[in-house]
Structures are given as structure tokens and as C-alpha cells.
């Protein structure tokens, strides 16, 4: 039997927490600006463990990123470390 979950977002334009208890991040909408980015998704807090990055092209062209199988488990909170670009974190 797969896992379910109701899913949830939350949109980061700079730095913070996504989301402030234990879940798992499904996929994200990036928005880049004209500059190239970074986001860093990370478990406890702006200097917690580093689950998932991806770098952003500097074309402000949107895209999606889906996370396979049951997604990313974050144990203590979802912070988006974001530069350049806005993000919706899709969690559940």
C-alpha cells in the first residue's frame, strides 16, 4: 500500500522556513529571476543538514521539480535557503 497524504505548499521569496514540524517535501515551483540562483532545502533550521539543492539558470523561465517515491523526509522543519529566485514547496 502506497503512502498518502494531503499535500500542502508554502512560498519562500527569501530565506526562511517553508515549514515548522516533521514532513516530506513532494516537489517544488521555481521561479528564477534574470540571475543565476541557488536553493538549498535544509532540515533544522538555516544551519541544519542540507537534504536537497539545485542550482537555477539565469533565464526567469519557471520549472518544476517532482521528487520521486515517497519524497525528501525532513525530521525538524523544511528552510529554504533561497538566492535569486521564489519557490513553493510542495509538502505532506
Keep these: 500500500m502506497t503512502m498518502q497524504t494531503d499535500v500542502m505548499t508554502a512560498i519562500v521569496t527569501t530565506s526562511g522556513t517553508a515549514y515548522a514540524a516533521r514532513t516530506r517535501v513532494r516537489g517544488l515551483l521555481v521561479v528564477p529571476t ?3 540562483g541557488l536553493i538549498v ?5 538555516s544551519g541544519g543538514t542540507a537534504l536537497f539543492s ?4 539565469a533565464n526567469g523561465e519557471p520549472f518544476s521539480v517532482v521528487i520521486p517515491a515517497n519524497g ?3 525530521e525538524t522543519d523544511v528552510y529554504a535557503a533561497v538566492s535569486n529566485a521564489a519557490v513553493t514547496v ?3
Excluded at 41 to 45: F, M, S
Excluded at 54 to 57: E, N, Q, W
Design 41 to 45: 532545502l535544509r532540515d533544522g533550521g
Design 34 to 36: 534574470t540571475s543565476a
Design 90 to 92: 510542495f509538502y505532506g
Design 72 to 74: 525528501v523526509l525532513f
Design 54 to 57: 539545485i542550482a537555477t539558470a
